[in-house]
């Protein structure tokens, strides 16, 4: 059963591009958030998905940045004309449905680090 | 709002011995969960322990143990017995109860001296 899938593991970018990263969450699991971290930081939470919805983005800088989470296929986090203050390590995480409430962590990727230039 | 704080950027202990993480979150709310957070070399994110803050009894897993102090707000990681695999960032996290997404502290880094 493999665990969470992110690609491309490195990606680089120059500035003005757009990043595509791409999240396959494990088997069976429908809800799948995205997180960035920066250097020598935490993770800093940014959209919370299930299938074809979006359930809470209010991590998601308000320009250049969007997430999807088609009915079919990965997860996608893209973002638009990038600029150097986006290098950082974005990681998803998935879960299955859940006993409403309740927590119980979830299962994270190994992350895509982006690299403006 | 949710804040969670690790005031120990970094942590060594010798091999085979004990060490505690710090940790101390900010919520007004009575139900929520902690976790702490491995993350090695390799960059995964691992899931070392949880608690239900509305359970008294502190979580333990192998070595791993916590001590959930739920008046102070504080929630620190024990770990027994340390070993060289143990080196990694360790991070504590929150959420409240309803909501899944996690806040999560700044970090500290372990290391294990051989």
């Known amino acids: 059963n493999a665990g969470v899938m992110q690609n491309p593991r490195h990606l680089v970018r120059r500035r003005g591009q757009e990043a595509r990263l791409r999240c396959s969450p494990m088997?069976?699991?429908?809800?799948v958030y995205w997180y960035r971290q920066l250097p020598e930081e935490g993770l800093k939470f940014m959209v919370y998905?299930?299938?074809?919805?979006?359930?809470?983005e209010s991590g998601m800088p308000k320009e250049r940045f969007s997430a999807e989470f088609p009915k079919e296929g990965p997860s996608i986090l893209r973002i638009q004309q990038v600029v150097r203050g986006d290098s950082a390590a974005y990681f998803c995480a998935s879960s299955p449905n859940r006993i409403s409430g309740v927590n119980y962590g979830y299962t994270f990727g190994s992350g895509t680090r982006l690299t403006v230039v | 709002a949710q804040t969670v704080t690790q005031s120990q950027p970094e942590m060594s202990v010798q091999e085979a011995e004990t060490v505690t993480l710090s940790c101390t979150y900010d919520t007004s709310e009575s139900d929520y969960y902690l976790f702490w957070y491995k993350q090695p070399p390799s960059r995964q994110m691992i899931l070392v322990i949880r608690?239900?803050?509305?359970?008294?009894q502190n979580a333990t897993e192998n070595r791993f143990s916590v001590n959930f102090q739920k008046a102070a707000k504080s929630f620190s990681l024990k770990i027994s017995d340390s070993q060289l695999g143990d080196a990694a960032m360790y991070f504590c996290?929150?959420?409240?109860?309803?909501?899944?997404?996690?806040?999560f502290g700044q970090g500290t880094r372990l290391t294990i001296n051989p």
């Open positions: 996290a929150s959420s409240l109860q309803g909501a899944q997404k996690l806040v």
């Open positions: 088997k069976g699991h429908s809800h």
């Open positions: 608690q239900e803050a509305y359970k008294q």
């Open positions: 998905l299930q299938k074809e919805n979006i359930i809470d």
